[in-house]
C-alpha cells in the first residue's frame, strides 16, 4: 500500500527538500515560501531568490496547491517534485537571461488591463490598484512575454510603486497597451465548432453539417491569443459593432476570465442564461479562470453594459451559496 500525504504533510515536506531536487548550478539559491493571493484564490508559493537579488526583480515561482494536485494523480512524489525542479530551473535560466526589471520606462509599453470578481478578491484587491466595473474589478498586468505561454504578473501596490504610475495612468496605459498586445476577436460559436471538428480530421462538409443544430447566432468575445480576454467586451467598439450587426440588445454571459458569449436578447430567456453559467462556473471552469455567476446586459441604443441580474451567489468558490441560490431577478433598467 503507498502512503500518500495530505495537503497540509505536503506544505509542510516539501520546502525542506525542494533545493536538492534543483541542479548544482542553483545552489546560490534560497528558497522562500509564502501565501500568495492569485485570481479567485490564494495558493502557497515556492521563491527562488538569489541573496543579492535587486528588489525590482521577479522571482520564478511554483505553487505547492498545483504540485499537490499533480502528486495526487501520480502518487509519485519524486517524479512530481522532479518535474517542478525541472519547470523551475528552466524559468530561473531564461529570467537570468531576459534580465527583466520592472521600471517606469518598461512599465509604459507593458501594463495591460484583466478582469476578476470583486466579492472573490476582496483580500487580493485591498493591496491593488484597480477599478470597479458593476460586480468585476479591472486589475493590471505587467506583462513579460506575449508568447505561448504569456508570462505576466498582477500589479500589485508595491509593483505599481516600480512603475512611478498612479492607478489613472495606469489604466489609460493599459487600455492603449492591451488593444495592442491582445486585439479583440469576436467570432460565431458555430465556426469555431466547424473549426474544431475539421481539426479533429471531420471533412468540412460534416462539420458543418453537424453544427447546423445551432440556431440561435452565439458569439465568443476574446482577444486573439485567448488568455484574460473578457475584458474585450469593455473596448469600446465590440459589442456596439456586434449589436448593430445583430439589429438587437445582447446578453452577455461571463464563460471565464478569458472569453464571454453574447447572444441577442430577444431570443433567449434570462432565466436559463442565469442557470447556464452558473452550471459552467461550477462544473466546468476552475477556479482561478471564473469571472463571474451574473449575466450582463448591452443596450444598443444607450451603449451601456450593465448587470441584467442580482444573484445572491456572488462568489465563485460555492463557499455559502447552497442555502441561497434562488432564481436570478432582472434588475430594473
Do not use: W
Not at 516539501?14 to 515560501?33: C, G, H, N, Q
Not at 465548432?193 to 475539421?198: A, G, T, Y
Not at 459593432?241 to 440588445?249: F, G, P, V
Request: proline share 5%.
Amino acid at each position: 500500500m503507498v502512503f500518500m500525504m495530505d495537503y497540509e504533510l505536503f506544505r509542510e515536506v516539501v520546502p525542506k527538500i525542494f533545493m536538492s531536487y534543483l541542479p548544482d548550478e542553483f545552489a546560490r539559491y534560497s528558497l522562500r515560501t509564502d501565501r500568495t493571493e492569485k485570481v479567485n484564490e490564494t495558493l502557497d508559493a515556492l521563491h527562488l531568490v538569489l541573496p543579492s537579488c535587486p528588489l525590482d526583480s521577479l522571482y520564478p515561482t511554483v505553487y505547492l496547491n498545483h504540485m499537490y494536485e499533480e502528486y495526487e494523480k501520480s502518487g509519485n512524489l519524486q517524479g512530481t517534485l522532479e518535474l517542478a525542479a525541472f519547470y523551475l530551473a528552466g524559468v530561473c535560466r531564461e529570467t537570468e537571461r531576459k534580465n527583466i526589471r520592472i521600471t517606469p520606462q518598461s512599465a509604459a509599453n507593458n501594463i495591460v488591463m484583466s478582469l476578476a470578481n470583486t466579492e472573490q478578491n476582496r483580500e487580493m484587491l485591498k493591496d491593488m490598484p484597480h477599478r470597479e466595473f458593476e460586480d468585476l474589478s479591472i486589475i493590471y498586468r505587467y506583462v513579460i512575454d506575449t508568447g505561448n505561454p504569456l508570462e505576466s504578473v498582477l500589479v500589485t501596490a508595491e509593483i505599481a510603486e516600480k512603475t512611478g504610475m498612479e492607478e489613472e495612468e495606469l489604466f489609460h496605459a493599459a487600455v492603449k497597451n492591451t488593444r495592442r498586445l491582445f486585439p479583440p476577436k469576436v467570432e460565431l460559436l458555430r465556426d469555431v465548432i466547424v473549426e474544431i471538428f475539421i481539426d479533429s480530421g471531420f471533412s468540412e462538409e460534416a462539420a458543418r453539417e453537424m453544427s447546423g443544430a445551432m440556431q440561435s447566432p452565439i458569439y465568443i468575445i476574446s482577444n486573439e491569443q485567448n488568455v484574460n480576454g473578457a475584458v474585450s467586451m469593455l473596448y469600446g467598439d465590440s459589442l456596439p459593432e456586434l449589436a448593430q450587426q445583430l439589429k438587437s440588445d445582447l446578453y452577455i454571459l461571463p464563460m471565464s476570465i478569458h472569453e464571454v458569449m453574447a447572444v441577442p436578447s430577444k431570443m433567449v430567456v434570462l432565466e436559463e442564461l442565469v442557470k447556464l453559467v452558473e452550471e459552467n462556473n461550477m462544473e466546468r471552469i476552475r477556479l482561478g479562470d471564473r469571472l463571474s455567476n451574473q449575466v450582463y446586459f448591452y443596450d444598443k441604443g444607450q451603449k451601456r453594459l450593465s448587470l441584467a441580474t442580482d444573484i445572491p451567489n456572488k462568489r465563485l468558490d460555492g463557499k455559502g451559496s447552497e442555502q441561497n441560490r434562488t432564481d436570478s431577478k432582472k434588475r430594473s433598467r
